[in-house]
C-alpha cells in the first residue's frame, strides 16, 4: 500500500519542517524521474512510481542520519501502513542487495543493521525497486548524468564499490531497453 499523491506531498513538507535540506528537492527529482520513466515504460504506473520516489528518502525526517534515514524510513512508513513505501525506503540504496555496500556512515544499532540485513535477504525487487535505484543516482537536486554523480558520492565518501557503479549502469541500461530510448531524453537532461 502506499500513499495518495497529495498525502505523500503532505508527509514530505511536513518531514521538511523537521529537517530542511537539500534532500528535499532531491526527493521531488527522483520522483519526477521515476514518473517519467515509468510511463515511458508502459506497463509501470507513473503515479505509484511518483510517490516512491518522492517518499524514499522520507527517513530524513529524524535528522541527519546516514544509514540511518534508511531504517528510520523503513519503519515510519511501516507504522503508517504504507508496507510499498516502507520497501523503498529500505530498497532504495541496495542496488546489489547487500548491506556492506552501503556507503556512508553506519549510524544505527548492530540489531537495527541484523534487522537491515535480514529484510534485504529476503526481498525480491521487483521493478520498482530497481526504478527508485536508478532514479536515485539520476538525480541530485536536479537531473544529473549519473557517472557524474556516483563520481560525487566517490569524492564526498571515499569510496564506491564497483559492483554498486557497473550495477546502477546495469539498471539504466534495463530501462533504456524497455523504454527503447535513452533515459536522459525521457527525463529531460
Known amino acids: 500500500m502506499i500513499p ?19 534532500w528535499v528537492e532531491h526527493s521531488h527529482a527522483v520522483a519526477m524521474c521515476a514518473e517519467k520513466i515509468a510511463a515511458a515504460c508502459g506497463d509501470m504506473d507513473p503515479e505509484k512510481a511518483f510517490v516512491l520516489g518522492l517518499l524514499h528518502d522520507i527517513g530524513r525526517k529524524f535528522g541527519v542520519k546516514h544509514m540511518g534515514h534508511i531504517y528510520d524510513g523503513y519503519r515510519y512508513m511501516t507504522e503508517l501502513g504504507y508496507d510499498e513505501a516502507a520497501r523503498i525506503c529500505l530498497s532504495h540504496s541496495f542496488s546489489i542487495q547487500k548491506l556492506e555496500d552501503y556507503i556512508g556512515k553506519w549510524d544505527i544499532s548492530e540489531e537495527q543493521q541484523a534487522k537491515l540485513r535480514k529484510l534485504l535477504n529476503e526481498m525480491v525487487y521487483d521493478d520498482y525497486d530497481r526504478l527508485i535505484q536508478v532514479c536515485d543516482s539520476l538525480a541530485g537536486t536536479e537531473v544529473v548524468d549519473m557517472e557524474e554523480r556516483m563520481a560525487d558520492v566517490k569524492r564526498r565518501y571515499g569510496a564506491y564499490p564497483q559492483d554498486k557503479w557497473d550495477k546502477n549502469l546495469a539498471l539504466k541500461e534495463y530501462f533504456e531497453e524497455k523504454m527503447q530510448q535513452d533515459i536522459y531524453k525521457v527525463v529531460g537532461r
Open 4 to 22: 495518495t499523491r497529495e498525502t505523500a506531498e503532505e508527509l514530505l513538507r511536513d518531514a521538511e519542517t523537521y529537517n530542511p535540506g537539500a
